[in-house]
C-alpha cells in the first residue's frame, strides 16, 4: 500500500545544512514533494521533483532522489532561524492526483 | 500572488451538529481537494473535484461528508452529523489543470468538536 516516513526531529545550529530524509513505498510515484509548515500557518509548497529526475536544485534547497532505495532528501544550506517549521514530505500517484503526506519532521534552528 | 482562503479560521461545534467549512480556491484552478490532519496524525486525502463532481474520495469520505461548489468561487465540505472524531485541521487545495501542476493548499479551519 501506499506509505510515507520521514523522522520526527531534526534539530540544527543556525548556519548549518539541514538534511530531512523521506522513504516511499509506491513505485508508481510521478512526483514527490517538499511543503512547509509554519506554527498555525498552511501548508507552502517548498519544491518538488519528478520521478525520473536524481537532483533538483533551488536557491538554498537541494532536493535527492534515489529511486532504487525510495527515498528522497531535502537539504537546506545555510539554515536560518527562520526555516524552523514542520517538513513534509509527500508523493503523487500516476494514476491519481491526491498527495500521499508523511508524518512531518519538526526542524528546530537552534542560534 | 493569489492564495487559497479559507473560512472560518477556527470552528467550535457541538457533537450531532452540521458544519460547512469554506474554501476560495485560486481563481483559474480547476480541481479542488480536501484534506484533513487529525492532531498530532498525517495530513489524509478526503476528496478531489473536478468538472462539479467528485473525481476520487478516500474511506473517511462517508455519507457524512459532502462537497460542493455552489457558484463560480466558493467550494465548501459539509460534515452533517459531527462527530468527535471529526476533530481535526481541514485543508483545501486547489490546482490548475494538466498533469503537471502541483496542489496549492489554504491555511486550514481548526475544527472542534465537543
Known amino acids: 500500500g501506499e506509505d510515507v516516513e520521514q523522522s520526527l526531529f531534526l534539530s540544527v545550529r543556525e548556519g548549518d545544512s539541514s538534511v530531512i530524509n523521506c522513504t516511499y513505498t509506491?513505485?508508481?510515484?510521478?512526483?514527490l514533494y517538499w511543503y512547509k509548515q509554519e506554527p498555525g500557518a498552511g501548508l507552502q509548497l517548498l519544491t518538488y521533483i519528478f520521478s525520473n529526475m536524481d537532483m533538483k536544485q533551488d536557491q538554498r534547497l537541494t532536493v535527492l532522489l534515489n529511486k532504487k532505495d525510495k527515498h528522497l532528501s531535502l537539504r537546506i544550506a545555510d539554515t536560518q532561524t527562520g526555516d524552523s517549521a514542520i517538513y513534509f514530505c509527500a508523493e503523487r500517484m500516476d494514476s491519481s492526483y491526491k498527495l500521499i503526506f508523511g508524518s512531518g519532521t519538526r526542524l528546530l534552528v537552534r542560534p | 500572488e493569489p492564495e487559497v482562503t479559507q473560512t472560518p479560521s477556527h470552528q467550535v461545534t457541538q457533537m450531532g451538529q452540521e458544519v460547512i467549512l469554506r474554501c476560495v480556491p485560486i481563481s483559474n484552478h480547476l480541481y479542488f481537494y480536501w484534506y484533513r490532519q487529525i492532531l498530532g496524525q498525517k495530513v489524509e486525502f478526503l476528496v478531489s473535484f473536478y468538472n462539479n463532481e467528485i473525481s476520487e474520495k478516500s474511506e473517511i469520505f462517508d455519507d457524512q461528508f459532502s462537497v460542493e461548489r455552489p457558484d463560480g468561487s466558493n467550494f465548501t465540505l459539509k460534515i452533517r452529523s459531527t462527530k468527535l472524531e471529526d476533530s481535526a485541521m481541514y485543508f483545501c487545495?486547489?490546482?490548475?489543470?494538466?498533469?503537471?501542476?502541483?496542489?496549492?493548499f489554504g491555511p486550514g479551519t481548526r475544527l472542534t468538536v465537543t
Open positions: 487545495a486547489s490546482r490548475l489543470e494538466g498533469t503537471n501542476y502541483e496542489q496549492y
Open positions: 509506491d513505485s508508481s510515484s510521478t512526483y
